[in-house]
C-alpha cells in the first residue's frame, strides 16, 4: 500500500523558532510536494521536488525553505515562524505516467500552530 | 483569475441519491489534468479521480464520475447512490501542461442525510 507519513500531526512553536516539517514516501516517486490548507482558501502550492536535490517554487514559498537529500524524504523548514504560519500542512508525492495516470498521495498533515 | 472556481460551499443530499459537485477551471494550455480529491474530517486528502485534457471520454472510478465539458471548461464531480460516509470536503484540482503545478480549488463540504 501507498503511504507517505509527516513527522508529527500536531506542533506548537513559538514565533522566531526555526522549524522543521518532514515527509517520507515509501514509493519510490521522483515528486514531491509541500501544500498548506487554510479556510477558505483551499490548498496552496509552497515547494514542489522533482528529484533529489532539486526544488522549484510554489505560489506561496515566502518564509519557507525545502530540503530533499534522499529521494524518500521532503522537509519543510520555517526559518523562523511567524503566527501567519500557524496552518495545516500536507506533504504528497505524485505518481504520473503519461497518458495513464496521474495522482497525488497525501500525507495526514501537520496542524502548526505559533504563538 | 481564479484557476480552479468551486462556488458551492455546502451541499446536502439524501442518502442513495447522485449528488453533482460544481468545477471551473482556467487554462490556456491545451494540455492539463483534472482532479478531485475527498477529504473527510480526519484530514487526510483522499485521491477520487482524474481526468488528462486529450481524454475524449468522461473518466469513471467506482461510483464517482467526472463530468467533462472542455468547451464550458467544467469538471463537475458526480457521486452516483450517495452514501453516508460520502460526507467530506471534495476538492477540485488542476494540472497546468505536464509540470508540477498544481490548483486546487476552495472545497465544497458534503452532508449525506439519512
Known amino acids: 500500500d501507498v503511504k507517505v507519513t509527516q513527522s508529527s500531526r500536531y506542533l506548537v512553536k513559538r514565533t522566531g523558532e526555526k522549524v522543521f516539517l518532514e515527509c517520507v514516501q515509501d514509493?519510490?516517486?521522483?515528486?514531491m510536494f509541500w501544500y498548506r490548507q487554510d479556510p477558505g482558501l483551499g490548498l496552496r502550492l509552497i515547494y514542489f521536488?522533482?528529484?533529489?536535490?532539486?526544488?522549484e517554487k510554489g505560489d506561496i514559498p515566502e518564509g519557507y525553505s525545502v530540503s530533499r537529500e534522499k529521494k524518500e524524504r521532503f522537509s519543510l523548514i520555517l526559518e523562523s515562524a511567524s503566527t501567519n504560519q500557524t496552518s495545516m500542512y500536507l506533504c504528497?508525492?505524485?505518481?504520473?505516467?503519461?497518458?495513464?495516470?496521474?495522482?497525488?498521495?497525501f500525507g495526514p498533515g501537520t496542524r502548526l500552530t505559533v504563538l | 483569475a481564479q484557476k480552479i472556481t468551486q462556488t458551492q460551499p455546502g451541499m446536502f443530499v439524501q442518502e442513495k441519491e447522485a449528488v453533482t459537485l460544481d468545477c471551473t477551471y482556467d487554462?490556456?494550455?491545451?494540455?492539463?489534468?483534472l482532479f478531485w480529491y475527498k477529504q473527510p474530517s480526519s484530514g487526510e486528502m483522499i485521491f477520487l479521480i482524474y481526468?488528462?485534457?486529450?481524454?475524449?471520454q468522461n473518466a469513471t472510478e467506482g461510483r464517482y464520475s467526472l463530468n467533462f465539458q472542455k468547451a464550458r471548461k467544467s469538471a463537475n464531480l458526480v457521486i452516483s447512490a450517495s452514501q453516508l460516509g460520502d460526507s467530506a470536503m471534495y476538492f477540485c484540482?488542476?494540472?497546468?501542461?505536464?509540470?508540477?503545478?498544481?490548483?486546487f480549488g476552495t472545497g465544497t463540504s458534503l452532508t449525506v442525510i439519512p
Open positions: 487554462t490556456s494550455d491545451p494540455s492539463y489534468g
Open positions: 521536488s522533482y528529484d533529489v536535490k532539486m526544488k
Open positions: 484540482a488542476m494540472r497546468e501542461g505536464n509540470g508540477n503545478q498544481f490548483y
Open positions: 481526468q488528462g485534457s486529450y481524454d475524449q
Open positions: 504528497a508525492s505524485r505518481f504520473f505516467l503519461a497518458g495513464v495516470a496521474d495522482t497525488q498521495y
Open positions: 514509493m519510490d516517486h521522483e515528486n
